[in-house]
């Protein structure tokens, strides 16, 4: 390694030889980037991943090799991450493909955006056609776009999707770096960037063709499952929004109750439920008020949990008129 590069392309590996050289052959064929490196963390691969990652190392200096020990994503992540030697680090994963100016226009965004932290991009999934449920997925990605977009929805799910990211490795040490606490390591970095006061954004234009498959780590690791979601909203809301304010819970069907079960893990439960159903009258021994009831902001916080397709947006449309501030009077966490 000689000149110091600007950005470091982390892309760990396991058991990727299907996919693994088109995504180098996508990183290393970026137009006017800035000087970048790649670090591939092959981690203990079984299959032809380790022969792929050194083949492309032996004929590109740009990418160097680390074998990680299996241990886990985290564990790759946080052993590449101390190799990466520049500034910015962009994600990349083994499966995906990316645009040949993605590298350039996200150290752009982050120069122009100083107080940011990480910048996404919007997303095209892959294989189509996709799925109702994937379709919805794509849809909400790409509408959160804005840093105060991507601020707003960060309960509902993770705003920017982990190997659209690009982030300042400042940012990254100053939070900790990447950390295992049971649940998506992704959207937890996220959460903890947030909370230390840098913002998250999108260059609008699809910059990564995510694929979706059965083996996808997100369909199949413990770490993903909807239990540890709602357990990890509990957490970053108890130690952020929900720290010190009371708080309303909107949702008095299951979804809301899951969300409310682990908030009480906390010492923390709603004044009140909030609910469009009639027949609702109380939800885990609080009072459940019909939304026609609602007057404009107290002071108190409304979380929004409510599962069915359409809610956010009937929702919106039911407070916006009483003067409630998405982000401010209310958020969204589900």
């Known amino acids: 390694m000689s000149d110091a590069p600007q950005i ?3 892309l760990p590996a396991r058991n990727a030889a299907a996919t693994l050289w088109l995504a180098i052959e996508d990183v290393l064929a970026q137009q006017d980037a ?4 790649l670090i591939l963390v092959d981690d203990a691969s079984t299959d032809q991943t380790g022969e792929i990652a050194h083949a492309w190392a032996a004929r590109d200096s740009r990418v160097h090799v680390l074998r990680g020990a299996g241990t886990g994503l985290v564990d790759a992540l946080n052993l590449g991450l101390a190799a990466c030697r520049a500034p910015l680090v ?6 995906d493909r990316t645009h040949p100016s993605r590298l350039r226009l996200q150290s752009a965004w982050l120069a122009d955006h100083p107080r ?10 892959t294989p189509r056609p996709l799925s109702p449920g994937l379709a919805r997925l794509e849809e909400w990605l790409d509408s959160a776009v804005t840093q105060e977009q991507c601020a707003a929805a960060r309960f509902i799910e993770s705003p ?11 940012a990254l040490s100053a939070v900790g770096n990447y950390l295992d606490r049971g649940w998506a390591e992704d959207w937890d970095l996220l959460l903890r960037l947030v909370a230390a006061g840098y913002g998250l954004g999108k260059v609008p234009e699809v910059l990564l063709e995510w694929r979706d498959s059965p083996e996808r780590l997100t ?18 809301l108890a130690s952020g929004p929900l720290r010190g304010r009371e708080f309303d819970l909107w949702g008095a069907g299951p979804t809301g109750k899951q969300l409310a079960r682990a908030l009480e893990a906390h010492g923390l439960s709603p004044r009140r439920f909030i609910d469009i159903d009639p027949r609702k009258q109380v939800a885990r021994g609080k009072h459940v008020l019909q ?3 609602l007057g404009g902001p ?3 916080l409304i979380l929004c949990a409510v599962g069915a397709a359409g809610a956010r947006e009937s929702i919106r449309a039911w407070l916006q008129p009483l003067g409630h501030s998405e982000g401010r009077d209310y958020l969204f966490a589900a």
């Open 8 to 10: 470091s392309v982390l």
């Open 34 to 37: 800035p000087a970048f490196e």
């Open 90 to 95: 962009a994600r990349m994963d083994a499966d």
């Open 116 to 125: 940011a932290g990480a910048v996404g991009s919007l997303v095209r999934l």
């Open 160 to 170: 920017l999707v982990h190997p659209s990211m690009m982030l300042r490795k400042p």
């Open 219 to 236: 369909r199949t690791g413990a770490a993903y499952r909807a239990s540890q979601m709602v357990r990890l909203r509990a957490f970053h």
């Open 291 to 293: 939304a026609d009831a």
């Open 298 to 300: 107290d002071g108190a």
